[in-house]
C-alpha cells in the first residue's frame, strides 16, 4: 500500500475520534437505562464498532481509486464523491445518535445513509468486487443502528407505552 493507502484508512475515522473528544461527556443516556433499552451496546461499543467499520470502509474506498487509476480524475467523481457524501451524513448521524436526543431526526439521517451505502455496493461493484463486499458489514451494522434509532423514535413518540 501506498502513502495514499493510511491516508485512505485515517481520514475516516478522524470523525468518530473528533465525536468521541469533544462529545464524550454529553452523550445521551438512553443506553445506560436498563428499562429503556436493555439490548443496546455501550456506546463504547458503538463507537468502537462505527470504528472498524470506518476502517474497513476506507480501506475499501482505497480500492476504488487504486483501481481507477488513482489522482483527481473523473472517473472517480461519482464513486468517491458518494463515498465523501456518506461518509458526511455517516458523522452527522453519530453526532445526532449520540448526543442530540433527538431520535426521530437520527433515523431520517440513518435512511438516507442506507441508501447511499447501497448505492456505494451497486456502483462499486464492477470497479472492485472486494471494495463492495467490505460494505456489506457496513449495511449489516447500519441495520442493528437502524432497529435501535427505530425503537428510541418509537418510545418518544408514545412515553406511556413503554415497558
Not at 491516508?7 to 473528544?21: A, E, T, Y
Not at 480524475?73 to 461518509?87: D, E, N
Not at 438516507?112 to 461493484?125: H, K, N, P
Amino acid at each position: 500500500m501506498q502513502l495514499q493507502g493510511p491516508v485512505f484508512v485515517g481520514v475516516p475515522l478522524l470523525g468518530p475520534i473528533l465525536i468521541w473528544m469533544f462529545t464524550h461527556n454529553q452523550t445521551s443516556s438512553w443506553c445506560e437505562d436498563e428499562g429503556m433499552l436493555p439490548w443496546c451496546p455501550p456506546h463504547k461499543v458503538i463507537l468502537l464498532v462505527w470504528a472498524a467499520i470506518y476502517f474497513v470502509m476506507g480501506y475499501a474506498s482505497y480500492l476504488v481509486w487504486k483501481d481507477l487509476g488513482g489522482g483527481f480524475r473523473w472517473p472517480l467523481a461519482l464513486p468517491l464523491g458518494l463515498y465523501t457524501f456518506q461518509l458526511t451524513l455517516s458523522w452527522t448521524f453519530l453526532l445526532l445518535f449520540l448526543t442530540a436526543n433527538n431520535p426521530g431526526l437520527a433515523l431520517l439521517n440513518l435512511l438516507l445513509l442506507y441508501g447511499l451505502v447501497a448505492s456505494m455496493v451497486l456502483i462499486w461493484q464492477p470497479i472492485n468486487k472486494l471494495a463492495a463486499l467490505l460494505l456489506l458489514p457496513y449495511l449489516a451494522w447500519l441495520t442493528v443502528t437502524m432497529a435501535i434509532a427505530y425503537r428510541l423514535w418509537r418510545d418518544s413518540l408514545c412515553p406511556a407505552q413503554q415497558p
